[in-house]
């Protein structure tokens, strides 16, 4: 098994420790006069163990704290040195700071029983006051390093444990930035593609029918078109940008479109469709209760029926496209359907995206979603988009 490498500050910690060891033993400086050991060079066998337990106090601090517990004790059979002495305390502190938890934890209190039992038991040996010094010295020597070691272990726990918990925090917060840039995103994409897509694809439908047929009428009749659609997308986009400016802007935010629009946006869904042959029809079945839907609901709603309009006039074979509209007392149901099947003439291509931000909006709400062909009662099929949103929210008009 390989040794941990002792760390510099330890090595020059005990180079310290030993020569100022050396010199004071050069000098004939010691403890004590008398000794059970009286040779003089005595003192430096365990100076220069206790130096050998200082090298490893930070890489090894119980077999230190072991190898100078005995040390410091046979230093007390020669005449001493107090650089052992000082070395002895470092290593006890050490033990505490550097430590596993658990002797962190027990020696401290155990140089405290140490500390009183050495303090009783010479006041019942000597019976003087003497006794007590011998105690205040054996706990400076040992009680009092650990009891530091304890605090400035304890302080450093809790310096990391914030430090840990600011991490966490800085961590958490780009999490909840970067999902809400994403959110953000995401309502920004469906709100630009609800809003520009309806216009685009009757721009292509009747401009791809303008270069198909040689007849001026319907070139003139699809140019009136895509002026129309052209000027109304460029005011939605315009809309847009004034949304997406900031409070340093002059734009006014628009209000958000609601259900009692849908009158107007089937009226130009029927001016861009007529030429597919698509009639479009609105069966509102909701009763008049002088209560309206909650803010959002009303928008994924009116989104939903722009994007199903949109994709029957990309897609839809020619017939009625119906938007049905239901309410009970906690949902509102927008069904919309529209003839399933190969069509002739022009077609805007499709991407997806707009299925996607329809259950987008209604996985947002809590509802529920689903399109798809669904068998008719004489053996067609017809494509129908049904979204069923909560409404339980509700605000009393007026």
């Excluded at 800085?170 to 909840?176: I, T």
Aim: hydrophobic share 45%; proline share 6%; charged share 20%.
């Amino acid at each position: 098994m390989r040794l941990p490498r002792p760390h510099r500050v330890d090595l020059l910690i005990a180079a310290c420790g030993l020569a100022c060891g050396l010199l004071l033993w050069g000098f004939g400086m010691v403890v004590r006069t008398d000794a059970l050991v009286e040779t003089r060079w005595a003192p430096l066998i365990p100076l220069l163990v206790m130096t050998a337990a200082e090298t490893v106090r930070r890489s090894l601090p119980r077999t230190a704290l072991l190898v100078g517990t005995v040390t410091v004790v046979a230093n007390e059979f020669t005449h001493g040195n107090v650089l052992t002495i000082l070395m002895f305390t470092d290593v006890v502190y050490a033990a505490v700071v550097y430590g596993p938890p658990a002797s962190a934890r027990r020696i401290p209190y155990t140089t405290g029983l140490i500390t009183v039992g050495v303090t009783v038991g010479f006041l019942v040996w000597w019976q003087n006051a003497i006794a007590l010094l011998v105690g205040l010295a054996s706990g400076i020597v040992c009680f009092l390093p650990a009891l530091t070691g304890a605090v400035v272990r304890n302080h450093r726990q809790a310096a990391d444990a914030a430090r840990l918990r600011a991490e966490q925090t800085a961590l958490l917060a780009e999490k909840d930035r970067i999902q809400a840039v994403t959110a953000e995103r995401a309502r920004m994409a469906r709100e630009l593609h609800d809003m520009v897509a309806n216009h685009l694809s009757a721009i292509a439908i009747h401009s791809t029918a303008a270069l198909s047929l040689d007849d001026p009428d319907t070139t003139r009749t699809a140019l009136g078109v895509i002026r129309e659609n052209s000027v109304a997308g460029l005011a939605e986009m315009r809309r847009l940008i004034g949304l997406l400016r900031d409070s340093s802007g002059d734009a006014e935010p628009a209000a958000a479109p609601t259900l009692a629009g849908l009158d107007a946006l089937l009226a130009q869904a029927g001016t861009n469709g007529s030429s597919s042959g698509l009639a479009f029809v609105l069966d509102d079945t909701r009763e008049e209760t002088g209560e309206r839907l909650p803010a959002p609901v009303e928008l994924a709603a009116y989104r939903i029926v722009q994007e199903s309009l949109t994709n029957a006039l990309k897609h839809a074979s020619a017939g009625p496209v119906v938007v049905h509209l239901a309410r009970d007392a906690g949902a509102l149901t927008v069904r919309v359907t529209s003839p399933f099947g190969d069509r002739p003439g022009p077609r805007a291509p499709g991407s997806g995206a707009g299925l996607v931000g329809m259950r987008e909006r209604v996985a947002l709400l809590g509802g529920t979603f689903e399109a798809g062909p669904v068998p008719d009662g004489d053996g067609t099929k017809t494509w129908q988009v049904r979204a069923v949103l909560p409404a339980e929210e509700r605000t009393p008009e007026g």
